[in-house]
């Protein structure tokens, strides 16, 4: 019986010191002095347009992948062509590539005088919309494809056979049963969209006012010395992470706990 | 009228169907019979354009249909899983394809009705598939399939995922349906049993090929070769020539032609019972005899007894 | 459940399903556009390998590494307990701990460096000053990479069969017998595909690291943080290089899982 309460004391206490003070404490400091000067330090304007940056990089970003996320989900599940282990891979990649390298990819191939380089795409919002495309887009796929495998095929076969075409199947059939989860893959890529910093750091040219996203003004705020502008733009991007903790535990498959 | 023509289909280095060609007449009820891995559902699934064969043809009705895909064949299929659509009604399942074909309402509600009516589902429109019992799902997935006026119905192994009570309470229902209906109706089963019960002919695979095909009660008093003798029944073998059990009569004193073997084991199976003898040299057979019968012999284990084959078949190989 | 385990063959009637050209053509540009074409350019452009050779990026990379291993090592003690907490046993706000662990995963991490630093950085009010330290970047890397373990972990546990324990315990095996000899060996694929991501996030990770590390070149500088040093130096060979070898260590750790995981459904049956 020992045992048993003290892993479940070494266990909550990992997760108290690491996550809950931390966050708790951010909380807190925001709002030690009311909920005023926490107002104010995120309706400046430098604030309300870094806003604006990571929602517009969002509102492109999540249904680009959306799309992508459930054609390619398909394409990896219900065809056989070549290439098809390739694309199964590549998909993976951005889960566990720096987005630092991301970044310099980005920027290698699109910078000025690259490849496909041009004016306007690399330190502008173009690049910064590409490199939250780039690190946000794995997750749809990969929420998809297992459920894809479970259902099967039997269902789309009768489709067929009682006449519908293979958009009809695709409309009736195949998306009742996978939207759930492509709707928490659309959580997921949101929460990573709102979130991300290195790639989006290294594409955007940090150029403030103009393409500062959320998560680039906190860094700016805070080597400015400006603490209060730095937590309570925290506290807006942790608020936002909270929505997505609390929508990605009701769409969860249920497993784990009882 | 369904005529498959010289069908191949390789699936890699295996060949599931190595040249088949089938006929099933309008209005009959076909059985394809046959082990696992014969090709028989493969066949099926090549009538429906589910698969594409390598090479031969198929047509329904006179029309060649080999290129077509399965929405524009007129074929109403039957899955052994069901396929039931999880997230709609038991009503939704079975005007789905009225619905994709855009029929008016009126004509909708009458039909699906007419159909939960035949398939007695009436009272369980508004279920779920996960609501249902096997056989109730089942009956879904052949309403669903008759909704749409198929050319013919095509059922692969349909009872094979139930238990055995339903699975005979279905088929004698689906013999009542069929001759009701007089749809053409192919039905796919390794279970012997239930093609003779149900079917008018019985089409016998092995291999990817053809063995034969005639009606039940010919299938059984003529099979064509070893392999269709042996699956249509049992059967004793003694050297060259196939005995059915129940064409071995057991004699207490030897004449002529008969052969000495010992009872092992009496099986009693309610009004018959199966004899397990073991000859001399070895090798086993059985017979199946009236209770009667072994009252009349007083048979006993261990006993010695002369055996003589009423009826025995031997093939020209 | 056989349709999870390797590909399954694609039903030939499936071939009419939602025109297969679309899906594969728009899935293979998109892919080629977004992933494929930039990590091309940026293999093209890596020279300078002399970039990855200094002794500053050398130093880079080892920190890197050996933070990467010492995070792995507390994810696997650590993840595996918190598992089993959430798994085994009851507690009141146990559905609350168990939403807390993906927080990681939706707080940004440029967020997470921030709070880390508010706490344990110089203003800290339980005195403790990770700041510009390697016990700071430990702990910026701990955070962001706890889920992993949790999350591999949790389902293997929980569709463990109790009765092999049980079988276990009636042929007189201890608890801790039990555990070293049947639990852990069912749940140590899990650990370790959950290791190889957290240790593949370990290595890539800039966000929660930036604000905590100060960067301070041979002592907490960290490789992703050195390419953007030689991005801002004008280098971008050398940034390249620098993150090809990255790039060529999260294709190992890929390819790593997916061969665990290969070797798994083979030896699962």
Redesign the interface.
Known sequence: MI??YA??L???G??AV??????G??FW?TFEHGVGPAWDAVTTPDALHALKVTLILTAIAVP?NTV?GV??A??I?????P?AGI?N??????????????G???????GRG???GGHGIVFALPGMV?AT??VS?PFVVREVV?VL??I???????????????????L???W??IRWATAYGVV?TT?RA?????AV??VSGRLVGQTESL?LY??DR??SFD?TG??AA?VV??LL??V???L??RLKPK???Q | MIEARGIVKRFGDFTALDGVSVDVPTGSLTALLGPSGSGKSTLLRVVAGLEQPDAGEVSLDGEDVTRLPPQSRGVGFVFQHYAAFKHMTVWDNVAFGLTIRRRPRSEIKQRVTELLDLVQLSGLAKRYPAQLSGGQRQRMGLARALAVDPKVLLLDEPFGALDARVRKELRIWLRRLHDETHTTTVIVTHDQEEAMDVADRVVVMNAGRVEQTAPPRELYDHPANEFVMSFVGPVNRLGDTFIRPHDVELLLEPNGSTQEAMVQRLVHLGFEVRVELVRDDGETLSAQLTREQVETLELQHGQIVYVRPTHQTVFAD | MAANAGTVPAAPGARRSLAPGLSIGLSTLYLSLIVLLPLAALSWRAHGWGAVSTPQAVAALRLTLGLSVAVALVNAVFGTAIAWTLVRDRFVGQGFVNALVDLPFALPTIVAGLTLLALYGPKSPVGINAAFTRWGLLLALLFVTLPFVVRTVQPVLFELDREMEDAAASLGAGRVTTFLRIILPSILPAILSGVALAFARAVGEFGAVVLISGNLPFKTEVVSVYVLGRLESNDSGGAAAASVVILLISFGVLLAIGGLRRWVTRHDR
């Open positions: 045992g048993k892993l479940r070494a266990s909550l990992y997760l690491l996550l809950v003070a931390p966050v404490f951010v400091r680009a992508f054609l390619c398909l394409a599940v219900r065809h056989r062509y290439g694309v891979a590549v998909v993976d990649l951005p889960l566990a590539l720096s987005p630092v390298v991301a310099v990819a980005l920027l290698l191939l699109y690259r490849w496909l590409l495309i780039f887009l297992p495998r479970e099967g095929t039997e269902q789309e076969q009768a489709a067929a056979t009682l006449g519908a075409s293979g958009f009809q199947t695709f009736r059939v195949t009742p049963a997921l929460a709102l979130g991300e910093f290195g750091s290294v998560t906190i860094q805070y080597v603490t730095a937590y925290a991007l942790a992470a909270m997505t903790l609390i990605m535990t497993e784990g706990t």
